[in-house]
């Protein structure tokens, strides 16, 4: 039920915000630098996590 909900919809797993503050927090702790991302960089990482985790959600769920 949850995994068609992922598919039909165009709403994000995550919030755009939040999502935005996790990749920033996640180069910080690997590179140790400050970077700065483009609204449009972050878009396609994004839509790009959406994706796989609703790939992953229904490949997850047909071998239970």
Same mark, same amino acid.
């Given at each position: 039920?949850?995994?068609?909900?992922?598919?039909?919809?165009?709403?994000?797993?995550?919030?755009?915000? *939040? !999502?935005? =503050?996790?990749?920033?927090?996640?180069?910080?702790? $690997? #590179?140790?630098?400050?970077?700065?991302?483009?609204?449009?960089?972050?878009?396609?990482?994004?839509? *790009? !996590?959406? =994706?796989?985790?609703?790939?992953?959600?229904?490949? $997850? #769920?047909?071998?239970?």
């Amino acid at each position: 039920k949850e995994i068609r909900y992922f598919q039909k919809s165009t709403k994000a797993c995550i919030p755009k915000a *939040s !999502f935005a =503050r996790l990749v920033r927090e996640i180069s910080e702790k $690997l #590179t140790g630098l400050n970077l700065k991302f483009t609204v449009g960089s972050l878009m396609a990482l994004h839509v *790009s !996590f959406n =994706r796989i985790y609703v790939i992953s959600i229904s490949s $997850l #769920t047909s071998f239970t």
